[in-house]
């Protein structure tokens, strides 16, 4: 199993430009998610999903899109990049039981991101 | 959402040493997680510990949900052991996380 992958791993963009994250898990799992991390900070969530055409707002949404259509994919769409997006991008899965997370997440190894 | 504390900020232990890390939650909640991100940014997975207690080798967890905290313990610490160490919580039905900032360790030879 690759477990979490995520594409691609460093990223310069200008500040307007658009573009997409990819994330993909192997695993079957029913809950993917989005978070950012700023320097010397802990996690944020930004959007997740607990199945396929299903997707909701996490704490910090704004300036960002999601869609799942399949459970093994979870793009992540910046619509028009800011300065304030710099910053690194992990995704994760894990198993949904009766609607909660059932165990722990697994982390992609990130991307890193830099908006000029 | 959440508010999720962390102490303390910094660690730094000489190798052998044993630590606690503890994490404080503002309210109930139904999973809890402990994740070591190493020097190289890679988050690991170490426990699923909503309740109780659990080890693996060096590293045991206690949440006591109820009083809404848990800790992290490691001992004989090595070098290898260097990084972030992070705790998150989510709350039920709403499958939302909330990290808490980290607890930075520097484990010297």
């Known amino acids: 199993n690759a477990g979490v992958t995520q594409t691609p791993k460093f990223q310069v963009l200008k500040t307007g430009q658009s573009m997409t994250l990819q994330c993909a898990q192997d695993m079957n799992h029913e809950y993917m998610s989005w978070y950012r991390q700023d320097p010397g900070m802990g996690l944020r969530l930004i959007h997740y999903s607990v199945g396929a055409g299903i997707t909701d707002q996490g704490e910090v949404p704004n300036g960002y899109n999601v869609s799942r259509s399949t459970t093994e994919d979870f793009p992540l769409r910046l619509l028009s990049a800011a300065p304030s997006q710099t910053s690194v991008y992990f995704c994760?899965?894990?198993?949904?039981?009766?609607?909660?997370?059932?165990?722990?997440?697994?982390f992609g190894p990130g991307t890193r991101l830099t908006v000029l | 959402g959440i508010q999720v504390e962390q102490s303390p900020p910094d660690l730094i232990l000489q190798e052998g040493a044993n630590s606690t890390l503890r994490c404080n939650f503002s309210?109930?909640?139904?999973?809890l997680q402990w994740f070591h991100q190493n020097p190289w940014g890679q988050l690991i997975n170490l426990f699923y510990i909503p309740s109780g207690t659990k080890q693996n080798g060096r590293l045991s967890a206690t949440t006591v949900a109820t009083e809404r905290y848990s800790l992290l313990y490691i001992s004989s610490s090595q070098t290898t052991d260097s990084g972030v160490y992070f705790c998150a919580v989510g709350t039920y039905n709403f499958n939302k996380f909330y990290f808490g900032s980290g607890t930075k360790l520097n484990v010297k030879p």
């Open positions: 994760a899965s894990s198993y949904v039981y009766r609607g909660d997370l059932a165990d722990t997440q697994y």
């Open positions: 309210d109930s909640v139904n999973n």
